[in-house]
């Protein structure tokens, strides 16, 4: 059975305020605490709301600000697509090679089309990485940096 309007009008009273709340970093017990201090109860019950409401809110807003920002993610890439997809164009038209490459490349890695590269750490003569070898290394390197930086 679908919400009426009015519980549909507290549900997204509600979740505003969590959000806020939630975006200045209080707990959920601290959360249930300010909406009730703030006078946003419970009507049916007259009592603050629930922790356990409060949770269900949190998880709502998380997907809610996920999707946002997927979409957001989403729409900029259509719109550097597009944009790319123009230098090509003009690109073509002018016969440079070298944007149309450019392009393409960017367009490429863009869309994740190339192959990840492989990256392997290896110890002395190819071997496993010895902690010490390591620790070594790092103090090697911390030792050159503060040569660098001088006194």
Known sequence: ????????????????????????HLS????CAKLAEEGIINIEENKPWSLGTINLDLKSLDAQWKRQAMNHVTAKKGLLLAEYYEVLRVA??????AIILRACKQIAELLGLDAPE????SGTDGGPVEINDARVALAEALSKIGELAGP
């Open 118 to 121: 492989r990256t392997e750490i």
């Open 28 to 31: 959920q017990r601290e959360i």
């Open 92 to 97: 073509w038209q002018s016969d440079d090679l």
């Open 1 to 24: 059975m679908p919400l009426n309007n009015s519980q549909e009008d507290i549900i997204a009273h509600r979740r505003e305020a969590v959000a806020r709340l939630r975006l200045r």
